[in-house]
């Protein structure tokens, strides 16, 4: 499967934080600006750990080696790349070149909710789930400007609930991306698993799982 941003993001926020190699504090997460005139971008990846301790001995000492060997007024931060754990020093032009990139805590740890019942989003499945609300959980699966985190938790009560109903809708509709397909795969499955049954091979329609006769088209299954 395709690794996208958000995969990037959700291996990221999860992640145990590296600390800086060269002052011990633990690292931020910085978003990299793709404009080509912000320090950050170009570096292979969407997010990057970050040392932003302004007492870090390559940011104290960086301003003097700059302008003494360069003629330049910039400093370095310690950078740490999310997949290899290697540091590298990035360029900056002032101390506060990278503070717009930082991604607050705050975000984080509402971001690391998402999808479970700590999201407020998730704790309104969870009510139409009992409510056996299927309107509204399909509403939530098939809005492609909901978090896809919380798209998914949708499939998952459709799937849990047992909803014959729901498979039709499910098979029809038109995914954006594999993620979201497989997530109604996946609760298509779970409905025959939930309720004992399954698709007959050759008319398609919802019989009983362990029937040898299909009850819609009459064809023999002992063979499929």
Same mark, same amino acid.
């Not at 931060?77 to 290899?84: M, Q």
């Not at 909710?113 to 959980?137: I, S, W, Y």
């Not at 779970?190 to 091979?201: A, K, L, M, N, Q």
């Given at each position: ?27 931020? =997460? ?24 302004? &007492? ?18 910039? @400093? ?7 997949? @290899? ?17 930082? =991604?607050? &805590? ?20 969870? *009510?139409?789930? *009992? ?33 014959? &109903? ?29 309720? #004992? ?12 799982? #362990? ?12 063979? @499929?």
């Amino acid at each position: 499967m395709v690794v996208t941003k958000a995969d990037v993001y959700d291996g990221i926020i999860f992640a145990k934080r590296p600390v800086c190699p060269h002052c011990g504090q633990e690292m931020k =997460i910085s978003e990299c600006v793709e404009t080509g005139l912000t320090c950050g971008s170009g570096w292979g990846t969407p997010y990057l750990f970050v040392c932003v301790n302004d &007492e870090c001995p390559p940011f104290v000492n960086g301003w003097e080696n700059m302008r003494r060997d360069y003629g330049r007024r910039c @400093s370095y931060r310690c950078i740490c790349f999310p997949d @290899s754990r290697k540091t590298e020093l990035m360029m900056v032009l002032s101390p506060a070149d990278v503070a717009s990139q930082i =991604i607050e &805590e705050e975000t984080i740890r509402k971001d690391r909710a998402r999808g479970t019942l700590e999201d407020l989003e998730v704790r309104k499945l969870a *009510e139409h789930f *009992e409510a056996r609300d299927l309107e509204a959980l399909l509403s939530s699966l098939f809005d492609h400007r909901t978090h896809y985190k919380v798209r998914q938790k949708a499939a998952e009560f459709i799937g849990e609930a047992g909803l014959v &109903e729901a498979l039709e809708p499910l098979r029809n509709h038109r995914y954006e991306n594999q993620r979201m397909a497989v997530s109604a795969r996946d609760a298509i499955r779970r409905i025959y698993e939930v309720t #004992g049954t399954r698709e007959c091979p050759f008319c398609a329609e919802v019989i009983d799982g #362990g029937a040898a006769v299909c009850s819609e088209c009459g064809r023999d299954l002992t063979g @499929s």
